[in-house]
């Protein structure tokens, strides 16, 4: 059996170092499973590995597109999945590292994700539908037409309540129903990396800092003078969006930073209900307590089992 690694869990927790370390350890290759870092020119407020972290290990799925493309999670599964059988003909061990619950998800369970491409026209209508009519009377729609999907969308995600409902008006069947599993051509060891809420909610907090230090501001004001909307996908991830309403006079530097730290908090605790620690299925450990020998360890019993 083919054997792939996934590295899990929240924002800041230290996935990319891991992965780095193991990957050198284990003769592997990285698959970012990060719905930002496809995009170019998004490196600072998408925490992407540097150039010279990029040139220690091969990575996959970084600065694919750019931020005016479309993208889709049927298009990143198909990737990723060409990305990884390439690995494995080299004979090297893939690993797919990421917070995108859904790219991971998608791609360790082999959901047969709707093939239905982007209608902008819809997209546009229905935008501007939320923008007058606010975001729970779209979220309310979608529990009529496809309560089972509602229940798995944050309400706050209008992008994926507007995807939802997109592909129920194109497909004319509820987006819950039509995917369903295949399981793919090789076993996974999944590793889930954890810490207490409050040292992990300090954590992000010094990295925003570190990213507003780094040029964040000016990562994003270049990005709007290469003519990359606000109000493109793209730039709709945490940290642009605050800048950019910083930018745009809406709010101070300091009230947009301590909201990227709010909303970072709150992504993490999104993150958890993707990557839930009961999960028996996902290894376990605690970064505050547990090394990377044992990591090692469970990893090579993993590499090494018949």
Known sequence: MKRLVAIVGPTGIGKSRLALHLAGRFNGEIISADSRQVYRYLDIGTAKPSPQELSLIPHHLIDIIDPNDDFSLATYQELAYRAIEDIFKRQRLPFLVGGSGMYVKAALEGWQVPKVSPDREFRYNVEKRASESGVDELYEELVRVDPEAARKI????????????????????????????????????????????????????????????????????????????????????????????????????????????????????????????????????????????EIEKALSEFINSE
């Open 154 to 293: 944050d309400r706050r995600n209008v992008r994926r309540v507007i995807r939802a409902l997109e592909v129920y008006a194109r497909a004319e069947k509820p987006f819950s129903e039509l995917g369903y599993k295949k399981a793919p051509a090789f076993d996974s060891f999944i590793i889930g990396l954890t810490a207490e809420r409050a040292a992990l909610y300090r954590t992000v907090d010094r990295r925003v800092d570190a990213m507003i230090e780094r040029g964040l501001l000016w990562e994003v004001e270049n990005l709007l003078k290469m003519g990359y909307h606000l109000n493109l996908p793209s730039m709709s991830g945490i940290g642009y969006r605050q800048v950019g309403q910083f930018l745009n006079g809406e709010l101070t530097l300091e009230a947009a930073i301590q909201k990227i730290k709010t909303e970072t908090h709150r992504f993490i605790r999104h993150q958890y209900a993707w990557f839930r620690l009961k999960d028996e299925k996902i290894h376990w450990f605690d970064v505050e307590h547990r090394g990377d020998v």
